[in-house]
């Protein structure tokens, strides 16, 4: 597993076109939350699965096209999986966790 940082848009787009292909985790990161630390910690869990990043205080223009593109409220820690350029799954806070995030990217895979 590897967290990818995305910064620009158009490194949202490549994640967006990606999931044509294979579903994509995308997490909403706060370097000032603890409750973002936790959610970071059980996503870098995620072993077998690449993980695109996102830090709210360093790409506030990526989190809100997000938000944009979605239609789903800001919030961090926040994490999608994205397939066929739609959202398959979300979550944020503490129900971010290793097991949540394998069993979507599993229901979607199926």
């Known amino acids: 597993m590897a967290f990818k940082e995305i910064s620009h848009e158009s490194e949202l787009d490549e994640l967006f076109a990606e999931s044509a292909n294979k579903p994509v985790i995308l997490f909403k990161h706060s370097l000032t939350c603890p409750i973002s630390h936790a959610a970071y910690e059980e996503m870098a869990l995620l072993t077998k699965e690449d993980v695109s990043l996102v830090v709210v205080q360093d790409a506030r223009p990526v989190s809100s096209e997000i938000e ?29 966790t290793k097991a949540a995030v394998t069993r979507a990217i599993e229901e979607v895979r199926t």
Do not use: M, N
């Open 68 to 96: 944009k593109r979605t239609g789903i409220r800001h919030e961090s820690p926040q994490a999608f999986v994205v397939s066929d350029g739609k959202v398959a799954w979300h979550a944020s806070h503490y129900d971010i």
